[in-house]
């Protein structure tokens, strides 16, 4: 969702970065580029694993999560990428499926995603951190979202901006195309599996 449908993905590093930095601890940007796609917990855990040599405790999940959310309702709401809409109404047209599988929980953000792909995207399917019990880098997402929609891999392609997202997807046995929407470069999304990478929205749809 994040950093392939919508513009949206400096707001969230620059949001987690900050909530972070609120108590003490260093995250930066690239950082949470090179982590995008875990959920909350996950990511919070990973940095303290990193930082502390352990794991948060419940209350400093909820302290770090409820300050980066607090932080990210200051930034102004996100855009789709054109792109993102002009392929899903091809997609549609030619009858082919479209799910969307992302690490968030936030409502307001998958509230905004049916909202804002209304015409092309169901709430039905979509796969969210709440239905995952393993978070991206590990398939289940993926295999998740094959289950519910009941494709097998071999009918499906999968478009990923985060290198976690891609190593999910090919986890999943998933041909997957990298966009480098973030700011990372790009041989970190082709170590991380890319069967096809793109810089942009535009050059894919060329």
Known sequence: MDGVLYDSMGAHADAWSKAFLHFGIDFSPEMVYQNEGRTAQSTINLVFHQNEDRAATDFEIEQIYSKKTELIEDYPDSNPFRGAKVLMGDLKRRGVEIWVVTGSMQDKFLEALVRD??????ADKIICGRDVVHCKPHPEPYLTALHKSGFIPSEVIV??????????AKAAGIYT??????????GILWESGADLLFKDWEELMK
């Not at 792909?117 to 169901?122: L, M, S, W």
């Not at 195309?177 to 790009?186: H, M």
């Open 159 to 168: 478009i990923e901006n985060a290198p976690l997202g891609i190593q999910s």
């Open 117 to 122: 792909f209304g015409g092309f995207k169901a």
């Open 177 to 186: 195309i990298a966009i480098n929407t973030g700011i990372l470069d790009d």
